[in-house]
């Protein structure tokens, strides 16, 4: 079954810090990649997503992401963390299965940023 | 114009109750997708539907059932409910095909007592 790991359950950083966030997923097909975040108490938001072309995508808030295909990973990087960066984060993989589309979410990284 | 929303924001209920919860999209989409979140944040999906199909994950109990009057909505009903279905349940849309993200609605929190 595909499935998508986030390997950092909870991670703690001072404001300035830089981050890295890793993702892999197991699907040998065609995906469509997705980091999404999540503020205390409110729906997820999308930060950046990659369907294809150049790797290292861009999204809102200075986050990016790299796609690297042969090891099936789709890290989430910002140079410099702020304290409104504290959230939860979740890597997910969209892919077709079918008629119908999957959007399979890892577990999710507790990112949280001291003043 | 909310893209995506469910109603109702929080729902208290007995055991044993049944519940519903709605979610209306207006983006177009012809996919929407339940999903639950447990204490632990981790998301769990537990219907993928669109007009030609219904995916449901395994593990979901057959208590919960979508139902779609039509394209624009997808609605969760919960019979016998317990206290493990105390969760919050987020409704999420996109279009089948193409490069698209999923939007999602704000969540509903069960709590069941």
């Known amino acids: 079954a595909q499935s998508v790991s986030q390997h950092n359950h909870h991670v703690i950083l001072s404001e300035a810090a830089s981050l890295e966030l890793g993702c892999n997923y197991s699907y040998g097909g065609t995906v469509n990649l997705f980091w999404y975040v999540q503020y205390p108490g409110q729906h997820l938001q999308l930060l950046l997503k990659?369907?294809?072309?150049?790797?290292l995508v861009k999204g809102i808030k200075g986050f990016e992401a790299e796609f690297i295909k042969s090891k099936f990973s789709f890290n989430l990087r910002k140079p410099s963390v702020q304290w409104s960066d504290t959230a939860e984060y979740f890597c997910a993989v969209s892919f077709s299965s079918g008629s119908a589309r999957q959007l399979t979410f890892g577990s999710g990284t507790q990112l949280t940023v001291l003043p | 114009d909310t893209a995506v929303s469910q109603t109702p924001k929080y729902l208290v209920t007995q055991m044993g109750n049944d519940k519903s919860i709605k979610c209306e999209q207006n983006?177009?989409?012809?996919?929407m997708y339940w999903y639950k979140q447990d204490s632990k944040k981790f998301l769990k999906i537990m219907f993928s539907y669109n007009n030609k199909e219904l995916i449901i994950n395994e593990t979901v109990p057959n208590r919960f059932s979508p139902k779609s009057p039509d394209k624009a909505h997808l609605n969760l009903h919960i019979n016998s409910l317990e206290l493990g279905d105390s969760a919050v349940y987020f409704c999420?849309?996109?279009?089948?095909?193409?490069?698209?993200?999923?939007?999602f609605g704000q969540g509903t929190r069960l709590t069941v007592v």
């Open positions: 999420a849309s996109s279009h089948r095909t193409g490069h698209t993200e999923a939007f």
């Open positions: 983006l177009g989409h012809d996919t």
């Open positions: 990659y369907f294809s072309g150049d790797p």
